[in-house]
């Protein structure tokens, strides 16, 4: 979707560029986000994906254009009210290893609000220990909240990393590579926690690179060199003239049931 006006329920892109270094890395993507959809970035390596995402969250700033949260502009929203509506995972969380998973969970209700990044600058209350309960519970990590996060596997890490996020209570969760260094279940495994957040109203904008995993999205935005080649459904973004073009790639798109599946011909 195209954005001409800010509209209330959605992350905004409005004829944005940006540089990583000096390199022109988006360039002129408008593109809107939802809450209570699931939204992946797609596209080849170089093509801005992970630039972008970045300058959605204002760590970024952009040469021009701009990005609208809940139709007011990003730059407007204070630090704390930009960390609350909006959770970041990236490519490699740093948990620390000696920390129990509850504690590291419980750190997620401070975002936007430690103080040297350490200490808090509000008493703890009922609400934020029924809100760590419930990414706990949500991301199935409650049994294993009391071990160290150094006794952890690689998918369970990441699902404590998503159970911080979710423990602030974001509006928007975006994601760098969610998936990436993990194993086919736990791989589908986080992909099912994050389609239960957006049946409960979050909007999810995730960078995939596996494009049968980003089939499972609502909506895809397909970069290519730092611009939009095409955006909307999998159905619609998903097709072989589109796979070639953005990745040099002969595929077979075929149907499943309901799910699409790429198939690479080379």
């Known amino acids: 979707m195209t954005p001409s006006t800010p509209l209330a329920d959605s992350l905004q892109a409005n004829n944005l560029h940006v540089h990583a270094g000096t390199f022109p890395a988006v360039r002129g993507v408008s593109a809107s986000f939802g809450t209570g959809t699931f939204s992946a970035v797609i596209g080849p390596n170089g093509a801005?994906?992970?630039?972008?995402?970045?300058?959605?969250l204002g760590l970024n700033k952009p040469e021009s254009g701009g990005v609208c949260l809940f139709g007011?502009?990003?730059?407007?929203?204070?630090r704390p009210e930009r960390s609350r509506a909006l959770a970041y995972l990236a490519q490699?969380?740093?948990?620390?290893?000696?920390?129990?998973?509850?504690?590291?969970?419980?750190?997620?209700?401070?975002?936007?609000?430690?103080?040297?990044?350490?200490?808090?600058?509000?008493?703890?209350?009922?609400?934020?220990?029924?809100?760590?309960?419930?990414?706990?519970?949500?991301?199935?990590?409650?049994?294993?909240?009391?071990?160290k996060v150094a006794e952890l596997s690689g998918g369970e890490r990441q699902r404590v990393a998503l159970a911080r996020a979710l423990a602030g209570q974001p509006r928007f969760l975006l994601l760098d590579e969610?998936?990436?260094?993990?194993?086919?279940?736990?791989?589908?495994?986080?992909?099912?926690?994050?389609r239960c957040e957006v049946a409960g109203g979050l909007g999810?904008?995730?960078?995939?690179?596996?494009?049968?995993?980003?089939?499972?999205a609502?909506?895809?935005?397909?970069?290519?060199?730092?611009?939009?080649?095409?955006?909307?459904?999998?159905?619609?973004?998903?097709?072989?003239?589109?796979?070639?073009?953005?990745?040099?790639?002969?595929?077979?798109?075929?149907?499943?049931?309901?799910?699409?599946?790429?198939?690479?011909?080379?």
């Open 48 to 56: 801005g994906k992970s630039t972008l995402l970045r300058a959605l």
């Open 92 to 147: 490699t969380e740093g948990l620390p290893d000696s920390t129990k998973v509850r504690d590291v969970v419980a750190l997620g209700r401070g975002a936007g609000d430690w103080r040297f990044g350490l200490l808090p600058t509000r008493p703890w209350t009922d609400d934020d220990d029924a809100a760590v309960d419930s990414a706990l519970d949500r991301t199935d990590t409650r049994r294993f909240e009391g071990r």
């Open 218 to 266: 609502d909506w895809l935005l397909l970069l290519h060199q730092g611009e939009v080649l095409a955006a909307g459904p999998p159905a619609e973004v998903l097709t072989p003239e589109n796979l070639l073009a953005s990745y040099g790639v002969r595929v077979s798109v075929l149907r499943h049931g309901d799910r699409l599946v790429i198939l690479p011909e080379d």
């Open 178 to 194: 969610p998936t990436n260094h993990l194993d086919l279940a736990y791989a589908l495994e986080v992909i099912r926690y994050l």
């Open 72 to 78: 007011r502009p990003l730059q407007s929203w204070s």
């Open 204 to 216: 999810v904008v995730a960078v995939l690179h596996d494009l049968n995993l980003a089939a499972r």
